[in-house]
């Protein structure tokens, strides 16, 4: 069965800008979750989505956002950019919300620079 | 708040060579424990888990076993290939955290044969 998918997989961007990225889960998993990775902070979770409601967030400020779809798909926004939000965006499903039964699956990213 | 650390690379290894690397963490609760792998320009792919104090994950010769006494999750092969080169994670989760995972900084494994 198809992975999780994320587009686009690169995109460049100025200052200032605002992006969209998009995550399809597996079929099937409703819970979606997206992480940043950076050189310098690692992965850092982003947020996550469950039956199109954000259960959970991490310690972003307020120009990153997402949302989740009736489909499951999901989409995480980030306004006015900066030269630091430059990253490998991952998204990941499961089909339940406790990781410790529901293994997380990744999408190979969306790489963000920002100019 | 929790947290995983695991022991700084590069780490470079001969072919057949063993494996160890080190993670610790800390946590409040009863975390599951968890080893991803990162290939270059790809993303993570899940190498082993285990949920509870003694349980040992494995998978394509890799071993992990959760040990609560001295908070470790350390991973272990016994002869590396080429093919293992990649970016190591460890991670845990709080099970009543949901999709979150901690990480640490990751261990990048090199092979040469």
Redesign the interface.
């Known amino acids: 069965k198809a992975g999780v998918t994320q587009t686009p997989r690169y995109l460049i961007k100025t200052r200032g800008q605002q992006v969209t990225l998009s995550c399809s889960p597996i079929s099937g998993h409703r819970s979606v979750s997206w992480y940043q990775q950076t050189p310098g902070q690692g992965l850092q979770f982003l947020f996550e989505y469950f039956s199109e409601t954000q259960r959970n967030k991490g310690n972003f400020p307020g120009r990153f956002s997402g949302r989740q779809f009736s489909n499951s798909r999901s989409e995480m926004n980030v306004s006015t950019l900066e030269l630091g939000d430059s990253a490998l965006y991952l998204c990941a499903s499961s089909f339940g919300r406790y990781s410790g039964a529901n293994v997380l699956t990744f999408g190979a990213g969306s790489r963000l620079t920002v100019l | 708040g929790d947290s995983v650390t695991q022991m700084e690379g590069p780490v470079t290894l001969s072919e057949e060579a063993f494996l160890t690397i080190n993670c610790t963490y800390t946590a409040t609760g009863y975390p ?1 424990l ?1 080893w ?1 792998v990162q290939y270059p ?6 190498l082993l ?1 285990a ?1 509870k104090a003694d349980d040992k994950g494995s998978n394509k010769g890799f071993e992990a076993t959760y040990r609560k006494e001295t908070t470790s999750f350390h991973l272990e092969k016994g002869s590396v290939q080429v093919s293992d080169s990649a970016v190591y ?1 460890c ?1 845990l ?1 709080d ?12 261990t990048e494994l090199s092979v040469k044969p």
């Open positions: 599951s968890f991803y320009g790809e993303g993570l792919q899940l888990k949920t994670f991670a989760s099970n009543n955290q949901g999709g979150k995972l901690i990480f640490g900084q990751g």
